[in-house]
């Protein structure tokens, strides 16, 4: 079945940084966009950033824009997030996702989700 196991996170200073990894199995991960979507308590989920499955066409939220990085590597089915000059709002669990539809490389339409990691900025 499809599996997505997201780890690397933790707590963090304010200002600090974090890469967070999501190794995916269980389909071909090279024809899908990946993505990383995040929940802090009592709000929605809602998408930080996604990739396609090559072109490199990338989404960021406005609040992550500038500080969070996307990366992918097709050979090794992992995805990463690159995260810096972290804040206090940046608090949440993350959670990879992975979708087959172009929608996903806009964070619009997933179909996998992973269980999450938890990161914590102190101030």
């Known amino acids: 079945e499809v599996q997505l196991q997201a780890s690397g996170g933790g707590l963090v200073q304010a200002g600090g940084f974090l890469r967070l990894s999501c190794a995916a199995s269980g389909f071909t991960f090279d024809d899908y966009a990946v993505g990383w979507f995040r929940q802090a308590p009592g709000k929605e989920r809602g998408g930080v950033s996604c990739?396609?499955?090559?072109?490199?066409?990338?989404y960021y939220a406005d609040s992550v824009r500038g500080r969070f990085t996307i990366s992918r590597d097709n050979a090794k089915n992992t995805v990463y997030l690159q995260m810096s000059s972290l804040k206090p709002e940046d608090t949440a669990v993350y959670y990879c996702?992975?979708?087959?539809?172009?929608?996903?490389?806009?964070?619009?339409?997933?179909?996998?989700w992973g269980k999450g990691t938890l990161v914590t900025v102190s101030s």
């Open positions: 996702a992975t979708g087959v539809s172009s929608l996903a490389t806009l964070c619009l339409s997933m179909d996998y």
């Open positions: 990739l396609s499955s090559s072109d490199g066409t990338t």
